[in-house]
């Protein structure tokens, strides 16, 4: 604040204190106009469109159905099959892609020659779209001349055909997002490593513990946040899951989610409810829908965080008295 | 929420990025060279790094491969190892069958005007909430935080009748408007500005009687450069992979990418090696930016993050 009152400054002081009360809103204005606009506002109306019977063809008739479209929703095995689909695929792409980005950023955090080399190339499948990585995924994937079927053969399994079995469909397209954002984890939980004090390392190093030890008892805690951090990321992924089954479909397979809807994710369904049966209302519903699964993994993750915390470890990480970081 | 990220962005500094002076870490450096990493890399450390790096970067040399040679070829085993003579042949039919000129025009002016404009958003949005004070700062930024809870596609509904509405179906602004900001970026900025700006600079600008907006251009710009380019270059790869809204907003008359590159896998081409050149044409910008810029990128990254 200015401080000095010199009467012929008044006039600029007014200016100032202007500019010091108002300019801070209309720097961040732009944000959360353009977020309300069309970030919020679209969510919560599509909760009052999930209350309507909207088609594609004439979107400005609105037919009011109240709870319907929901009550239609879970009654419909179509919905609880892409449910579960979503949750399988999530839970086989996103565990061993953080346990795998887990391990490679610990190796990356070795003194290292070539580290440069080794981050950049990890992370370079982040730079293929999901169109690109699904294509040429399908094509490993092939059944009749696939590579990954030929490899296979080396060790005597006859070729499978990854499109059409369920499990195998869905550890084909598992295998899409994995190879897409193990890298990028990598680099997030290397950062996060880099940042713990060396000294926690001594002290456990002194107190003979091993370097599994060490791993488990400061650096795996050490990065807690940010495991947290790509588990959210992750798991809202996850439930969007859309592209990737989409493009291995190769086709009129693609939005049913193969034959059997056997690959078939909520986005898919939420796609197929609007665009192709042009039922928006019922569109809205699943996406409402997925929105309070999210919220409902994450008040059970934080219930989960809290109880696992309370559990005494089993080694204990010595502490030096050291100002915390994280506040 | 914001406990859960802060020390995500705040502790990451990863030494392949020159940024701002952390004076603690200069500080630690200093007393004890070679702090930060543990143990000398093994031999067995240096074979399962390589094994990583094969598996990332072996479908992107395989897409080359299958891109250059033809169906029959492609369709045999074992596969194709080494490029063929057809790549050329490929790429050409590729962007014909797909209207990839188009696309990749599309995906240019897309990505370019997401990525500028949160860039100039955010680092605006991140110098107030860094080194200005206002009644509900916290808050707000809690708010921010907040949103990147909130995944976007949840509202397409809506957003295609808006669209609709305003006359923009199937046009470009459909995909560009919705995604002009960003919170990671505004929570990257404030990040990287709280540390690198010192507050003397500020009061110093002041005491010049320069106003705030003043400030913002001729000193808080030129010193957030370095991560301005970061936040820029990981906003345009995002961009430009972005599938779930384009792919509802846009038809095949006026793809972006990842839009054009559907119509390769929905049967309207059956040649194999046609399908792999596409897929590696839309690509190809973007490898061509991580050859350069791939270090930038991965201490962009490392400082905190963007997942779209």
Known sequence: MATSIDPRQSRRNILHRLDLGAVPYTFIAPFFLIFGAFGLYPLLYTFWISLHRVELSSLDTMEWRGLANFTELFEDDRFWNALSNTFTIGVISTVPQLLMALGLAHLLNYRLRGSVFFRVAVLTPYATSVAAAALVFTMLFERDFGMINWVLGFFGVDNLDWESQKWPAQFAISTIVIWRWTGYNALLYLAAMQAIPKDLYEAAAIDGASRWQQFRTVTVPGISATIVFTIVLSTIGATQLFGEPLIFGQGPNGISGGADNQYQTLGLLLYEEGWKNYQMGRASAIAWAMFLILILIFVLQRVLARVLSRTPRPVKAPRRARPSRTS | ?308
């Open chain 2, 1 to 308: 929420m914001t406990t859960d990220i802060a020390p995500v962005l705040a502790d990451a500094h990863g030494r392949t990025t020159p940024t701002a002076p952390d004076r603690r870490n200069r500080f630690r450096r200093v007393l004890r060279p070679g702090a930060g990493r543990q143990h000398h890399a093994g031999p067995l450390a240096y074979i399962l790094l390589g094994l990583a790096a094969l598996v990332s970067l072996f479908p992107l040399y395989w897409t080359m491969v299958a891109a250059s040679t033809d169906n029959t070829r492609v369709s045999q085993t074992p596969p194709p190892f080494l490029p063929g003579p057809n790549l050329f042949k490929n790429l050409a039919t590729a962007w014909q069958d797909a209207a990839l000129g188009k696309a990749m025009l599309n995906s240019l002016i897309v990505a370019g005007v997401i990525a500028l404009s949160t860039v100039f958003f955010a680092t605006l949005a991140g110098f107030a909430f860094a080194k200005l004070r206002f009644k509900g700062r916290n808050i707000l930024l809690l708010l921010v935080i907040g949103t990147m809870l909130v995944p976007p596609q949840l509202g397409v509904v809506p957003l295609f009748m808006m669209m609709a509405d305003l006359g923009w179906g199937q046009s470009l602004p459909s995909v560009i408007f919705p995604t002009l900001v960003s919170a990671v970026g505004v929570f990257f900025m404030r990040q990287y500005l709280t540390e690198a700006l010192p507050d003397e600079l500020i009061e110093a600008g002041r005491l010049d009687g320069a106003h705030s907006l003043r400030i913002f251009w001729s000193i808080v710009l030129p010193i957030a450069r370095p991560p301005m380019a970061v936040l820029f270059m990981i906003t345009f790869v995002h961009a430009w992979n972005d599938f779930f809204w384009p792919f509802i907003a846009l038809d095949m008359t006026n793809p972006t990418v990842p839009v054009a590159l559907t119509q390769l896998s929905a049967g309207y081409v059956r040649d194999q090696s046609v399908i792999m050149a596409g897929a590696l044409l839309g690509t190809l910008p973007l490898l061509a930016m991580f050859l350069v810029f791939g270090r930038q990128i991965v201490g962009g990254i490392m400082q905190g993050a963007v997942k779209g």
